[in-house]
């Protein structure tokens, strides 16, 4: 459109291999590489503004906030792995996942706080309650949690004040699961599609990575006669995980697409083929009594709970960069109104 | 959403006359906002300039983008208004134009001058009240090209933060860095602000980001300063054409509905309010709009929600999977029967 046409017989087309795309097929042309699955939904014509984004995408560092996704799961999951052990005497598995949870906690914390503009200003995120604010819900129950983690390790490996420690466990326990899940939210709540659509199944999908995760670790580092839940609790979190996921993507429409492309789908299938490798090989691992068919497997449920988190990052903010998820969805639902 | 189920219906969501006092505001003033009518914007871009210098707003990039005139591309920490251009191959309804006179002989034409009223100089871009067709209000906006010709139209519209009505921003704001001020405006109290930038994705406008070297977010403040002291935003005081009006938002929505009516009755079919609604999905804009196009083609969303309508869901599917989530865990421990 802005080919140059000044007047009668005068400048015409100057720069004709020039072109800012305007209206009808302004948007980014996406490369499709000859792999991978077809999209879910057929191209949809729509307009943008010079194919820009409408979103102002997440200012989130992917290292901090993805990496605190994964290690909140993991201490939340972790909490509840040391409860049960702690109630079912496996004190060498409750060693593991206390020191998992409070370890991943403290390391979730420090890249939180890093991830700020201004770190020296993070008790301020203390500063209201606001239950509108996902975020200020998960500092208040972080600020909660993480004593309670750090204090079951302490009294744990110390071995003093067994009555506090088995209250923090128990306290750690209680909260965990609010840790895992709530980030779900914390994503959700936002305008960017490919996190918001899937407001209803993200839950589930992070509780299902932050089981396979802690399961992972105490595969890792617990000896194999106290694993048995965590074998357990690393299939359930597997069907879980990728059930939800399955389930998320085909309810989302057009908003799934960036799941299927580039970086987060070879993320995302990373992550399936860890997860579901490292639960079968953490359950086929009790017929055997070598120690490493049960490492391995903790060490893909954990790298494949991380590239679950990372592929969600990365997707949400690839849609948020194409104005096509914002726009061709919300035209659809003009239009649906309409009718 | 919602049908009232809580009780509280439009805490998050819905029409809210009174946004202050739904907010703490016992005896708030009337709520303030923009009407930016873009059928009279001349791409001037003297409010970009005003806002960023009433607000000390830095730099914000010097680089040609080849966007038609638009070289600021789009809101962000360090650009609070944005005009937009748009070139489009359709005609303009409203404009002559074209630039041949050769039936005119302008001898005759200037000899003519001022002896009737009928007879338009050469130079008149309006067509004599006679030719212009039903509906149009003779001698003020003159009709579609008459001969059809297809020719350029080249659209402006100054785009700001939209001081929503449920501001997804202020919702999600983990500080309560970002407050409602008592003109119903939303401001970012910058010695709060801890830079978690959880606002920058919440936007569904795309308009508050954060400032890199400074950590903290930033956005049109609707020149709150100013407002206190009863003077009207930089932006609007800056614009030559009154594009930008300010002024009580009742007011500005009864004069942007008599503006549409008034383009619409010259040919001007394409003319649309955006964001003036209470009923759409942010509950209305304390700064909307007059388009001539679809909204995407501004780059603004065509239907936008704001995030939190769906809060209450989605913690409660976050709890549902935090109880499947404690399930798991002590079905993980319950022992098989040997």
Sequence with gaps: MSESEVTRDGVRHARPDREAPTGVHAGRRRRRRGRGEQPMVPDAEFSSYYGKPVLNKPTWKPLDIAGYLYLGGLAGASSLLAAGAGATGRPALGRTAKLGAAGAITLSLAALVHDLGRPARFLNMLRVFKPTSPMSVGSWILSGYAPLTLAAAATDVTGRYRLVGSAATAGAAVLGPAVATYTAVLLSDTAVPSWHEGYRQLPFVFAGSAATSAAGLALLAAPAAQAGPARRMAALGAVLELGSFQVMKRRMGLTAEPFEQGRPHRLLRAAEALTAGGAALAVLSARV????????????????????RFGVFHAGVASAEDPRYTVVPQRERLRAREC | MGEGAEGRENLLYGPEPDVAGAAGYPDAPPRMGFFTDTSVCIGCKACEVACKEWNAVPEDGLLLTGMSYDNTQGLGADTWRHVAFIEQRKPLAGQEPGVAHEDVDVFAAASRLGTGAASPGPGATAPPPDRAPEGAP???ISPLSPDGRTELRWLMASDVCKHCTHAACLDVCPTGSLFRTEFGTVVVQEDI????????????YGVIDQRKDDGRVWK????????GVGMEPACAKSCPTDSIQFGPLEELRERAQARVAQLHAAGVTDARLYGESPEDGVGGDGAFFLLLDEPEVYGLPPDPVVTTRDLPDM???AALAAVSLVALAAGSFVRRPR
């Design chain 2, 193 to 204: 602000c801890n830079g978690c930038g959880y606002c920058v994705p919440a936007c569904p």
């Design chain 1, 289 to 308: 009594r070598d120690r490493r068919p049960a490492a391995a497997a903790g060490a893909a449920l954990l790298a494949g709970s991380a590239a679950l």
């Design chain 2, 315 to 317: 913690w409660r599917h």
């Design chain 2, 220 to 227: 049109c403040t609707l020149c709150y300063d100013r407002l």
């Design chain 2, 138 to 140: 003779a001698g003020e």
